[in-house]
């Protein structure tokens, strides 16, 4: 696959999106030695959202073929799913948090930050200066 056809918020969605699904098997509690991963908790929604967002930056890109899918309403759901990823882990925050739950919710800000670059740029793609 060639990554030099993404743009640089495509790029940092793309990264964070990859470490928010890995993030949801890695440790998000540990006590005293002992340890749960996200997997078992909310790690499945923000897994779930990660592979959506996925599939939406897939065929903003166009990996999936022709797809009849308007490009603004791609970038609006991936901003969505990002925020509520970085809301999950904002929440799920506590004193015993572990590697996961950081990667998660730092995972999450990124993407934010990515997508809403990259919406910012298509909405300046959208509107042309009037010639006068």
């Known amino acids: 696959m060639d990554l030099s056809r993404l743009s640089t918020p495509q790029r940092v969605s793309g990264i964070a999106i990859l470490v928010v699904a890995l993030a949801a098997f890695l440790p ?18 923000t897994l779930i959202l990660a592979i959506l967002g996925a599939v939406a930056l897939a065929i903003r890109v166009g990996l999936l073929g022709r797809v009849k899918v308007p490009e603004k309403a791609s970038l609006i759901a991936s901003v969505v799913f990002a925020g509520l990823v970085a809301l999950i882990g904002l929440l799920d925050m506590n004193g015993a948090a572990a590697i996961g739950l950081y990667l998660t919710l730092f995972g999450g800000i990124a993407w934010v930050v990515g997508a809403a670059l990259e919406l910012k740029d298509a909405r300046q793609e959208t509107v042309t200066p009037s010639e006068s």
Do not use: P, T
């Not at 998000?28 to 929604?45: A, N, P, T």
């Open 28 to 45: 998000w509690v540990s006590v005293f030695g002992f340890s749960v991963s996200g997997i078992r908790g909310d790690g499945v929604l």
